[in-house]
């Protein structure tokens, strides 16, 4: 089975630059998760959806991030205009109705020079 | 709110020693408690877990018991490999499908 697929892998952009990244969640999982993985602050989330509709985006940093989800099976987290310090690993992962277990895919390393 | 406290790393040791990563936990309630475990240039993977009190969660020879008494979940195996390499979270949830809540991480590292 096909796990938690994110795109791309690796992104560098310049600063004020669009930086969209996508997220494909297991097939059947209703719950989706965008975290951020920094150094200083280590793993925390951003946003989170349940069936499709966003339930808590208290950790989006600024309105430069938003993030959708159109339908089950596909999400965006866009950051326009990007700066430096957006620079991070940006993970999804998603889990089965009622289930606490989450899966993550492998990540987007985002360099914004 | 909730959080998570694991122990500082790096932790560096020789293959076959026994490795103890410390966690406490602070919820409200009764939270399931989980570890994660990320190789180099990888996303995080399920280690194990535990949904109540005195279970223990076991995979690849590590084990954690959730200790409701001292709110703790620490990670043990016996005998380390190279292979066992990477950074360890600890992180717990409140309920299904809701956020984690993950510790910094612990960084280990084993020598042949």
């Known amino acids: 089975d096909a796990g938690v697929i994110q795109s791309p892998r690796h992104e560098v952009t310049e600063m004020g630059q669009e930086v969209t990244l996508r997220c494909k969640p297991i097939s059947g999982h209703n719950s989706l998760f965008w975290y951020r993985q920094t150094m200083m602050r280590g793993l925390e989330l951003l946003i989170y959806?349940?069936?499709?509709?966003?339930?808590?985006d208290s950790g989006m940093p600024e309105d430069r991030f938003s993030a959708k989800m159109p339908n089950a099976s596909f999400s965006t987290l866009k950051i326009q205009p990007s700066e430096p310090r957006d620079s991070a690993v940006y993970f999804c992962?998603?889990?089965?109705?009622?289930?606490?277990?989450?899966?993550f895919g492998p990540g987007t390393r985002l360099t914004v020079l | 709110g909730n959080s998570v406290t694991q122990m500082e790393g790096p932790v560096t040791l020789s293959e076959e020693a026994f490795l103890t990563i410390n966690c406490t936990y602070t919820?409200?309630?009764?939270?399931?408690l989980f570890w994660y475990v990320q190789y180099p240039g990888e996303g995080l993977q399920l280690l194990l877990k535990?949904?109540?009190?005195?279970d223990k969660g076991s995979n690849k020879g590590f084990e954690a018991t959730y200790r409701k008494e001292t709110t703790s979940f620490h990670l043990e195996k016996g005998s380390v490999q190279v292979s066992d390499s990477a950074v360890y979270f600890c992180a717990l949830s409140d309920q299904g499908n809701t956020p984690l809540v993950f510790g910094k991480g612990t960084r280990l590292s084993v020598i042949a």
């Open positions: 959806f349940n069936n499709n509709v966003p339930i808590d």
């Open positions: 992962a998603s889990s089965l109705t009622g289930s606490d277990t989450q899966y």
């Open positions: 535990a949904t109540k009190a005195d």
């Open positions: 919820a409200t309630g009764y939270p399931s």
